[in-house]
T-cell receptor, first 113, second 113 residues
Framework: KQEVTQIPAALSVPEGENLVLNCSFT??????LQWFRQDPGKGLTSLLL?????REQTSGRLNASLDKSSGRSTLYIAASQPGDSATYLC????????????FGKGTTLSVSS | DAGVIQSPRHEVTEMGQEVTLRCKLI?????LFWYRQTMMRGLELLIY????????DSGMPEDRFSAKMPNASFSTLKIQPSEPRDSAVYFC???????????FGPGTRLTVT
């Protein structure tokens, strides 16, 4: 059974720091991996999606990497801002589009000004 | 586009009562996912549909839970009878055939006393 783990569960950093969030999964047979952001009391917003054949994806200050063979992904946030404060969730998809995601429990990030 | 719409946003009910959560998909989407989020277990898939057909309901906790898609754009998740351990935030998400992106609704926060 696929399990997704995110470490750390919570992280506090001062504004301007670069940081890395970690995600690991037990079964390397994934179709793709997705990083989401969740603000308190809100739904999820997709940040980046990495196909199993890709090594990384970038969007603005965010960079996500994938090492499928070792079952790991990282989300790198450059020059963090207070507006980045949220919970970041990693999820893997077993099969093709139209199938469900398996989520980690998330890392709650707090960026202080 | 209005996005995925969920109602109610908050529901407080007493143990033993029937609860119905509602979800309206984004127009043109044909996959529908129900997830439940708790502090202890994180985000878990309950059930998902493709083209109105339930594909995987292995996450539905027990017979007290049922989900339907009476038409292509609408779904209900019913809990009867409700129990305090059902207290959680319930999300629905929709996606389009052949597209990986899942769009999440704002969630329904259910409290069963």
């Amino acid at each position: 059974k696929q399990e997704v783990t995110q470490i750390p569960a919570a992280l506090s950093v001062p504004e301007g720091e670069n940081l890395v969030l970690n995600c690991s999964f037990t079964d390397s047979a994934i179709y793709n991996l997705q990083w989401f952001r969740q603000d308190p009391g809100k739904g999820l917003t997709s940040l980046l999606l990495i196909q199993s054949s890709q090594r990384e994806q970038t969007s603005g200050r965010l960079n996500a990497s994938l090492d499928k063979s070792s079952g790991r992904s990282t989300l790198y946030i450059a020059a963090s801002q207070p507006g980045d404060s949220a919970t970041y969730l990693c999820a893997v998809r077993r099969n093709q589009a139209g199938t469900a995601l398996i989520f980690g429990k998330g890392t709650t990030l707090s960026v202080s000004s | 586009d209005a996005g995925v719409i969920q109602s109610p946003r908050h529901e407080v009910t007493e143990m033993g009562q029937e609860v119905t959560l509602r979800c309206k998909l984004i127009s043109g989407h044909n996959s529908l996912f129900w997830y439940r989020q708790t502090m202890m277990r994180g985000l878990e898939l309950l059930i998902y549909f493709n083209n109105n057909v339930p594909i995987d309901d292995s996450g539905m906790p027990e017979d007290r839970f049922s989900a339907k898609m009476p038409n292509a754009s609408f779904s209900t998740l019913k809990i009867q009878p409700s129990e305090p351990r059902d207290s959680a935030v319930y999300f629905c998400a929709s996606s389009k055939a052949g597209v990986y992106e899942q769009y999440f609704g704002p969630g329904t926060r259910l409290t069963v006393t």
